[in-house]
C-alpha cells in the first residue's frame, strides 16, 4: 500500500558529502515517523537516524555532528545530508516509515547503497 523510493545514494570520497531522499507514496493517510537505517557487508542493521511528525530525531552516536535528518511533511519526504563521510559509513541504506496510527505499521525501501572510499 505503501511505496518507499531512496534516491541519492552513490560514491563519495572520505570527508566528502552525500544527500540521501526518500519519498513516500501510496494510500497513506499519516506518517508518525521516518527515518534511515543501514546495514554494511555482514553486519547487522542498525539505526542511522529517525525523525518524528512532529520534528523529534535521534542518532546514531556514530553519525552524531556529522549527518541531519530533515523532513517534509507535506511531500511525504525525508532527507538525510551526509557531511564528513568515513568509510566506515559504506553500508546500504534504507528508508523507513511507520505509517500506523494505533500501533506501529513499517514499511522499507529498496535501500540505496553508499560507499565512500578512502
Known amino acids: 500500500q505503501v511505496q518507499l523510493v531512496e534516491s541519492g545514494g552513490g560514491l563519495a570520497q572520505a570527508g566528502g558529502s552525500l544527500r540521501l531522499s526518500c519519498a513516500a507514496s501510496?494510500?497513506?493517510?499519516?506518517?508518525?515517523?521516518m527515518g534511515w537505517y543501514r546495514q554494511a557487508p555482514g553486519k547487522q542493521r542498525e539505526l542511522v537516524a529517525r525523525i518524528t511528525r512532529a520534528g523529534s530525531t535521534n542518532y546514531a552516536d556514530s553519525v552524531k555532528g556529522r549527518f541531519t535528518i530533515s523532513r517534509d511533511n507535506a511531500k511525504n519526504t525525508v532527507y538525510l545530508q551526509m557531511n564528513s563521510l568515513k568509510p566506515e559509513d559504506t553500508a546500504v541504506y534504507y528508508c523507513n516509515a511507520d505509517v500506523g496510527v494505533v500501533v506501529p505499521v513499517y514499511y522499507w525501501g529498496r535501500g540505496t547503497q553508499v560507499t565512500v572510499s578512502s
Open positions: 501510496g494510500r497513506i493517510s499519516s506518517i508518525a515517523a
